[in-house]
């Protein structure tokens, strides 16, 4: 038997609830794993309120992160008293998540805790985190450097703005960050932010096709009127990393900064991110990631906190990083 928060649906309300659970309720798989920490993100607090249809069959149990210790496995890669992260697959949303004390998933899905890393900063790092650092990666594949200019990081207040800004500023970049809460300024300028942005300024586009060359490069966690609003003003060559959709799927603009500019749109997809890739990530997060400006981010949670705060994150009230605190 296990504690899970799990969610269940009746006449189209979703509730949550910390139950006991039987082992043998767990979905196939070849690892199962004792979890320690889990994670909140965005697509959590949508599942924990029941928006969006990303779970279709109840009872759930919702959390797209996890890291913990292998208990069983017939997997090659894995054994008992291994530390795995798991982040993607739709673990949370289609099939049974990590805010449970134990997972059973496919090992192919899994990823060997780096040296270097804790259970906790990988939780504090989780989709969003690495989600950003796939960012970073895809930019400098594009010959972005320190010297080409000013990066431009939106919805910086939130995890994979936070991340970003983080590891940035580490590498030497020069990183402005926009936000529409003042109340994070310090909190930015802490992570590194050599400027710090009203949001407002670039969340309407100017109707122009091009305007001033104003960055060299961007990661847009916003998506919608934000990401239209900006490809105008990236530099000569410049790539905008494209990871969130939090303001819209929808693209207005012209072909123009892609034909005059050469502007590129990099989209960074988290989920379907090959393996290699992958613990190419996880590696690099553990080496260029500054673990004590990412302590600054993290509110650690219990279980029974998570329908509380799956609201305050869809209302903007979450800043920085939440690590549930499992096993």
Known sequence: MFKALMLREADGKVTAAIETVAEDQLPEGDVTVQVSHSTLNYKDGMVLNGLGR??????????VDFVGVVTQS???????????ILTGW????????????????????????????????????????????????????????????PILVTGAAGGLGSVATAI?????????CSTG?????????DLGA???????????????????ERWAGAIDAVGGSTLAAVLPQ??????????????????????IPFLLRGVNILGIDSVQCPMKLRQEAWTRLTRDLPMDKLDSTIEAAKLEDL?????AILDGKVRGRVVVEIG
């Not at 530099?235 to 072909?255: D, I």
């Not at 329908?307 to 609201?311: A, D, E, Q, S, T």
Request: net charge positive.
């Open 74 to 84: 017939s997997h090659a890669n894995f054994k008992a008293g291994d530390k795995v």
């Open 307 to 311: 329908p509380r705060l799956g609201k």
């Open 168 to 176: 940035l500023a580490k590498l030497g970049y020069s990183v402005t």
């Open 194 to 212: 050599a400027e710090i942005i009203d949001r407002s300024t670039i969340s309407t586009p100017s109707g122009k096709p091009l305007d001033g």
């Open 181 to 189: 809460r003042a109340e994070t300024h310090a909190y930015l300028k």
């Open 234 to 255: 990236i530099k000569y060559r410049g790539s905008m990393a494209s990871c969130g959709l939090a303001g819209g799927n929808k693209l207005e603009t012209t072909v």
């Open 54 to 63: 990303l779970v279709r069959q109840y009872p759930h149990i919702p959390g």
């Open 90 to 149: 739709r673990v949370g949303e289609a099939r049974w998540g990590g805010y449970a004390e134990l997972a059973r998933v496919k090992g192919d899905w899994l990823v060997k805790l780096p040296d270097g890393m804790t259970p906790r900063h990988a939780m504090a790092i989780g989709t969003a985190g690495f989600t950003a650092m796939l960012a970073v990666m895809a930019l400098q594949a594009h010959e972005l450097t320190p010297e080409s200019g």
